[in-house]
C-alpha cells in the first residue's frame, strides 16, 4: 500500500522563477547602487556606470564560472519594450523646456547631422580597413559595416552629465549633451533599422537609398506628431481626474507607454514619441494634477528609469563575461580608434558650422567637452545585441561594441573631470582677492543674470510668443481644468509652499538653527560697542571660504534640474523664495507701492494694480485640494485691509527661515523690543501671538479663518500676521508700514 | 516683427533713445517687442508685478532689487524710455567711440555701471553703503547655513577693506576705488547686447 504522503512542507521554485530571478537581479543592482554611495569618494571619481558594470563583470565571472546563463535580458523585446521606454521617459519628462526649445536647432543639428556623419565616417573607414588583406575580415560588407558604425555612434548622458554638473559647464552645453543624447538615441534606432535593412538587400539601389531617406523623416517626424498627440490627450484626460486623484500617475505612465508602443506598431520613432509625448504633457499635466500626484509621477518616473539604466549597464558588465567573443585586433582597435576620431572630427566641424547663428558660441573648452564627453552606452549594447543572426560577424560586432563602450565608459569617465578641471584653471589667485571683490563680483554676476532674463532670449522670441498666445487662448482653455491666467511667479510660489509645507511634516528634526534674525544683529550692534575689529588672515581665509560654499551660484550655472539621478532640487529656490516671501505677499495684496518710509528696503514691488482686489483673480475655491491636502483657503478679507504700522524704526529686512518659521517682532512705537528668536513654528499650523510666544493652534488641515480679535491687535503694533491662513500670508510682517487701508 | 521702419516710428523719440543709449535700430526693436511682451496688458508702461512674472528673476536673490533699480523713487511705472536706458548700462563698452569732449558721459561708461551696482546696495539712497544695507545684501546672496556671527564678520571685513575715512560706512568713491582692480566692463555687460 503506497499513498503519496501529503508533504508539510513543499518546495515549488518552477512557479514562481521568473518573477523571482526578475526581483533578485534588480534587488542585486540596487544593492549595487546602494553600496556605491557609502562611499562619497567613489562616485566623486568614478561615474556609476562604470562601477554597475564593473560589479556586473563581478558577477558575470561568477555565473560564468557556474556555467550559468544569464537572464536574456538583451533580447530584442525585453530591451526594447520594457527597458528603454523607462529611461527615455525619465530623459523626457525632465527635460527642461525652455532651454531646450531655445537651443532647438542646434540640438537637432548635432544629434542628427553629427551621428549621421559619425556613422557615414566610421563605415566608411572601416570599410577602408576591412579590404587590407592583413585583418581578415574582408568579408564584410560595406552596409553591414555601415551598421556597426551606427550602432557605436550613439552617445549617452549619464555620466557625462553628471560630472558637467561639478565643474561649471555653463547651460547652455548642458542642453546640447542633454538633448543631442535623446535624440540620437532616435537617429541611431532610425539608422540601425535603415541599415539593417539596407545589409539585408543584396543589392542597393539608388531609388532605396532615396526611399530610405525620405522613411528617415517620416520615422521621424511621425514620432513627433504622435508624441505630441498622445501628449495632448493626456493633458485632457487629467483634465477630468480631479474626483479621482489615485490613478493619475497611472494614466501618466499608460498613455506615455501607448504612445511608445503604437508607434512601434506603426515603426515610426518610438523614443520620439514618447520623448514628445513626455515634453508636451508636463506642463499641462502638473497644473491639473494634485501637488501629491505630481510628486508621485516625478518620482516614479525617476525610480523606474534609473532602475532601468543600472539593469542595463550591470547587465552589460555580466554579459561582457558569458557571452562567446570574437576578437579581431585590427577591426576593433581601428574601430575604437575611429570612434574616437570621428566624433572629435564631427564636433569641431559642426561647431564652426553652427556658430554664427548662436547666441552663444561654443568656445573650445565648450567642444572639449562636448567631443570628449561622448559615451557610449545602453542603446549601443542593446543593439548589438540585437543584430539579426544573418550577419556573419555578429559576434564580433558585439565584442565591438562592448569594447567601445567600455573604453569610453571607464577610461573617458573618470579621465573627463580632471581634464576639464585642467582647462578650467582660474586665472587669478584665489587668496588674492579681497572679500569685498568676491562680494561685489557675485553681486555683479547675480545682476547680469537678472537682467539677461529680463531680456529674454533674443532669437527665438517671436515663435515663442506666437505659441505662448496660441496657448494662452486655446490650449489652456482645453486642457487645462481651473484655467486662471495667473502670475506664474505667485503659481510657483504656492506650489513651492505646499511642497515645503510637506517637507516640514516629514522632517521635524530640529538641526535647523534659528534663523539669523538681522533684528537680533541691530541690536547687538547698537548695544556693542564699536571697536574695529582685527582680522587674521586665518580668519580671511574662513570668510573666503565660506563664501565660496555658501554662496549662491549664478542661474546658469545652477544646473540641477539636469541630474539624471536625483529630482529636481530646489532648495535654493526655495530659500530665495522664501526671503522675497514679504515681496511677494505684497503682490496679493492691493498695496501701495512705495512706502514713504525712506528706510524700508526692497518692499516695493509687486504691487495688484490699483483697484482690483485679490478676488477677482484668486478665488478662494481653487486652492482646496480635494485628496486632503494642506487645505487653506485664503481669507481675503483680512488681505483686503492690511493693517499696518508706522514705525520710526529702521528695521532691516530680516529673512526667513526656510523651514522653521522665526517669529519676531520689531521695534515699535512704544519701544517694545522684543525678540523671539528662536521661537520655532514645527508645522504649519502655529502662530504667533503678540505677546511673544508661541501659541501652537490650528492644527493642519483645518480650514482656519482670521478672527477679529487679531485684527486690532495689528492696528497696535506691526505684528506678525499670526491668523492669515494661506501659507502665503502668514509669515511675520516685520516691517512697520503706514496704516493702510484699502 | 514688423518692417524695421515701421516699428521704429511707432516709439517715439526713437532717435534721441538711440543716440543716447548706442542701441542699433534692431536692438530697440527687441528691447520693444520684449517691452510689450512684458506689457501684458498694453498699457504701454510696466509695473512692478509684470515683472514680478519672470520667473527666474524671481529666483535671482537680488531679483526685487534689481526690478527697484528700474523704478525711480516715488514712481511705480516704468516707460519704454526709461527700460531702454536702464538696459544700456548694460553694454560693452564701445571701445573705439570717439571722445567727444563736450558730450555727456554714455550711459555704459564704467562710472555709470559702478553707479548702477551701488545702487543695488544703496537701497535707501543716502549715497552710503551703511553696514545694515551690506548686511542685508549678503543675507541674501548667502545660504541659509551661514550663521550671525560669520555674516557680521564678512560685513566689517568688508567694511574695513573698502572704507577709507573710516566713517562705518562705504561711499560711491570708496566702492569705485576698491573696485579699481575688476574689469568693470566684463562683469557688467550683456554681450548680446552690443
Known sequence: MCETTQAVFTLNYPRIQIPFEITLWVLLASFAKIGFHVYHKITVWVPESCLLISIGLIVGGIMHSLHEKPPAVLTSNAFFLYMLPPIVLDSGYFMPTRPFFENFGTVLWFAVVGTLWNSIGIGISLFAICQIEVFGVQDITLQENFLFASIISAVEPVAVLTVFEDISVHEQLYIVVFGECLFNDAVTVVLYNLFNHVAALEVVEAGDVFLDIGRFFVVGLGGTIFGALFGFVTAFTTRFTGKVREIEPLIIFLYSYLAYLIAELFAISSIMAIVICALTMKYYVEENVSQRSCTTIRHVIKMVGSVSETLIFFFLGVVTITTEHEWNWGYILFALLFALLWRGLGILVLTQIINPFRTIPFNFKDQFGLAYGGLRGAVSFALAFTLPDNIGRKDLFITGTIVVIIFTVFIQGITIRPLLKLMNVRKTNRNQETINDEIHKRLMEHTVAGIEDLCGQWSHYYWKDKFMKFNNRILRKILIRDNHPESSIVALYKKLELQNAMEVLDQMSGDISAAPSLISLHEERKNASKSRKKFLSSDVTNMHELLSKNMYKIRHRTVSYTNKHTLPDDITAREILMRRHTSLRRSLRAGSFHGTNAAKMSQKYFSLPMGRSLNSRFPPRRLVHADGDIESEINYSSIRHPQRVSSKAVMPLRPLNTLKEVASSVNTVDGQNEEQRGCRRSHLGSNVSRSGHLTSHLPHGSSRNCSDGDHDAWVEEPQNNSDVQHPLMRRPHWLPQKPHDK | ?194
Open chain 2, 1 to 194: 516683427m514688423g518692417s524695421t521702419n515701421s516699428t521704429l516710428l511707432k516709439i517715439p523719440n526713437v532717435e534721441v533713445l538711440m543716440q543716447e543709449t548706442g542701441f542699433s535700430p534692431a536692438h530697440i526693436i527687441r528691447l520693444h517687442d520684449r517691452f510689450k511682451a512684458l506689457d501684458k496688458e498694453g498699457r504701454g508702461h510696466l509695473c512692478p508685478h509684470d515683472f514680478g512674472a519672470i520667473k527666474e528673476l524671481a529666483m535671482n536673490p537680488i531679483g526685487d532689487r534689481i526690478i527697484g533699480a528700474f523704478f525711480s523713487p516715488g514712481k511705480e511705472t516704468v516707460d519704454f524710455h526709461t527700460f531702454v536706458k536702464i538696459l544700456a548700462h548694460f553694454r560693452p563698452v564701445d571701445k573705439d567711440r570717439p571722445k567727444e569732449p563736450n558730450s555727456p558721459e554714455p550711459i555704459n561708461s564704467r562710472s555709470n555701471k559702478l553707479k548702477f551696482a551701488f545702487q543695488l546696495y544703496d537701497q535707501d539712497k543716502d549715497g552710503k553703503i551703511s553696514r545694515d544695507e551690506l548686511l542685508q545684501v549678503l543675507r541674501a546672496m548667502l545660504g541659509m547655513q551661514v550663521t550671525d556671527e560669520q555674516l557680521e564678520s564678512i560685513a566689517d571685513r568688508t567694511i574695513q577693506e573698502a572704507d577709507l575715512d573710516r566713517d562705518d560706512t562705504i561711499s560711491f568713491e570708496e566702492f569705485r576705488k576698491s573696485l579699481e582692480k575688476i574689469n568693470i566692463d566684463h562683469k557688467m555687460s550683456i554681450r548680446f547686447l552690443r
